[in-house]
C-alpha cells in the first residue's frame, strides 16, 4: 500500500514535512475533503472540472491512467441487464479523453 503510485507521487508533491492525514477510498470523499481545506489530494479529472475552488497541481496532461474493464461471458453480452451497464459506461465516461471501446 505503502508504494500505491498516485500516493508516491502525492508525498513527492507535497515535499517534505508534510504528513497524511487522510485516507479513503472515495474519490467524492477526497474531492469534499480537499474544498473544505483538509488538503492535496488525487482525483479524477472528470470529478473534479468545473470546480474553482480547487487548483491542479499537476500539468495538463494527467499523471495516471486507469483502466476500467467490464468482463462477461460472450454468450451473455445480449442481455438486457449488460447492455444497462454497457450504455451507463458509454454516457458516464464516452465523453472522456482516451480510448473506450469493446476489448478483445
Known amino acids: ?17 508534510h504528513r497524511v492525514c487522510l485516507r479513503a477510498n472515495d ?11 483538509v488538503g492535496k489530494g488525487i482525483v ?8 474553482s475552488d480547487i487548483t491542479r497541481i499537476s500539468g495538463k496532461q494527467p499523471e495516471f491512467v ?3 474493464k467490464l468482463l462477461h461471458q460472450p454468450d451473455m ?10 450504455t451507463w459506461l458509454l454516457d458516464v ?9 469493446p476489448g478483445p
Open 1 to 17: 500500500y505503502n508504494h500505491f503510485e498516485p500516493e508516491e507521487w502525492l508525498k513527492r508533491m507535497q515535499g517534505e514535512g
Open 77 to 86: 453480452r445480449k442481455l438486457a441487464r449488460i447492455e444497462a451497464v454497457v
Open 27 to 37: 474519490a467524492s470523499f477526497v474531492l469534499q475533503a480537499i474544498r473544505t481545506g
Open 44 to 51: 479524477p479529472d472528470f470529478l473534479a472540472a468545473g470546480k
Open 66 to 68: 486507469r483502466t476500467l
Open 93 to 101: 465516461f464516452g465523453s472522456l479523453p482516451g480510448t473506450l471501446g
